[in-house]
């Protein structure tokens, strides 16, 4: 009779680890998308900065 590849421990923990790899890739894809997010906002604010500035400057605002 042969040995099974992997013994039922074996195959849980991978398992197990496999869960921990889908788990930790959500919670890279959620960083990301937030730091994305933080990214736009801070562009779109650093725009209006600067639109104010030159209207200031023109002496419309």
Do not use: F, H, V
Not at 23 to 29: S, V
Not at 30 to 46: A, F, M, P, S
């Amino acid at each position: 009779m042969t040995d099974p590849l992997m013994t039922e421990k074996e195959l849980t923990e991978l398992a197990e680890i496999l869960e921990m790899a889908k788990i930790t890739e959500q919670k890279a894809k959620e960083l990301c998308d937030l730091t994305l997010e933080i990214d736009q906002k801070y562009e779109q604010r650093l725009a209006q900065l600067k639109l104010d500035r030159k209207l200031q400057k023109t002496g419309i605002k």
